[in-house]
C-alpha cells in the first residue's frame, strides 16, 4: 500500500509539474516599455467636444512588432467624466491627439490622430509612428477638436526615447 500510495503521489507531481510547464509556455506579458526619460510626467489632461468632459490618457511607448524604427504609441484612458444632460445622452468624449516625432529620419513631424473615450478606465488608443532607431524625440500634446485652427488645450509631455 505504501508502495502503491508513493507511485500515485509521484505520477501527480509529475502531471503538475507536466501541466504548469505546458500551461506557462506561452508568454503572458505585454510588451516592454521602450527605455525613455520623461518630460511634464507621462499623463496628458484634456477635454474634449461637448458637455464639459474632460479626463487623462496615460502614455506608454513600445517597440512596433516587425517593423525596426517605428514606435507604437499607446494612449490609455483614465476616465473620462462630464457635465448635465447632453454627457448622460452621450457619454463619449471626442479629442484630437497630436504626436510630434523628431528623429534621424524626421524633423518635426506631426501626426494627427481622433480618438474617443468614454466613462470606463482603460480605454485605449493606439497608432504606430515612423521613428528612427536610436534615439527619437516624441511629443504627445492635446489639441481642440472644434476649431479650424490647431489650438493646444494641453501642455502634454515630452519623451526622449531610444528606438530599437
Not at 467636444?49 to 511607448?61: I, K, Q, T
Not at 517605428?70 to 448622460?88: E, K, P
Not at 504606430?128 to 492635446?142: F, K, Q
Amino acid at each position: 500500500m505504501n508502495r502503491t500510495r508513493a507511485i500515485t503521489i509521484v505520477a501527480a507531481t509529475l502531471m503538475i509539474a507536466l501541466t504548469g510547464g505546458a500551461i506557462h509556455a506561452a508568454p503572458t506579458q505585454a510588451a516592454p516599455q521602450l527605455q525613455r526619460l520623461s518630460f511634464y510626467g507621462e499623463t496628458v489632461g484634456t477635454f474634449g467636444d461637448h458637455a464639459f468632459c474632460r479626463g487623462a490618457l496615460h502614455v506608454s511607448m513600445t517597440a512596433t512588432p516587425g517593423k525596426r524604427g517605428w514606435v507604437r504609441l499607446g494612449l490609455i484612458s483614465a476616465g473620462f467624466i462630464g457635465n448635465g444632460a447632453a454627457w448622460a445622452r452621450d457619454p463619449h468624449c471626442r479629442v484630437l491627439i497630436g504626436a510630434n516625432v523628431t528623429s534621424a529620419r524626421s524633423y518635426a513631424v506631426d501626426h494627427f490622430f481622433r480618438g474617443t473615450f468614454g466613462p470606463r478606465p482603460g480605454q485605449r488608443l493606439i497608432r504606430d509612428l515612423p521613428a528612427s532607431s536610436g534615439l527619437t524625440y516624441i511629443t504627445v500634446i492635446a489639441y481642440s477638436i472644434n476649431s479650424p485652427v490647431r489650438t493646444p488645450q494641453s501642455l502634454g509631455t515630452s519623451h526622449y526615447v531610444l528606438v530599437r
